[in-house]
């Protein structure tokens, strides 16, 4: 069964930038690319590098190691090497907190 639980104040994530998040054995990356906020798994499906020390580009993010970028919409690589999606959650907004939804 699913849950919302809060992640930070969305004051605390300004446009461009990227938080780590951990909610058991889950690594999560919570992204703010240009005012929406965006969480998916944090470790590169490729060879496990931590996507938060990557750039954010205009609609995903890209792995710091060998540089494969991931929609963070859908979680899809969009170029090589990484072939296997990250897993992707639900965000929403109330009161200025960021939530997620996680098993
Ligand atoms: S570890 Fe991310 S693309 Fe290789």
């Known amino acids: ?51 938060t020390g990557g750039i954010l ?8 190691l060998h540089l494969s970028t991931f929609n963070l919409k859908t979680g899809v690589p969009e170029n090589l090497p990484a072939e296997v999606p990250l897993q992707i959650y639900n965000v929403k907004i109330e009161q200025n907190e960021i939530y997620i939804e996680v098993n």
């Open 1 to 51: 069964m699913s849950k919302w639980i809060a992640v930070c104040k969305s004051s605390q994530l300004k446009k461009g930038e990227m938080l780590d998040f951990d909610h058991g054995d889950k690594k999560i990356l919570i992204a703010n690319l240009d005012g929406k906020i965006y969480a998916s798994d944090r470790i590169c499906t490729h060879a496990d590098a931590d996507l």
């Open 57 to 64: 580009t205009e609609d995903g993010v890209t792995c710091p």
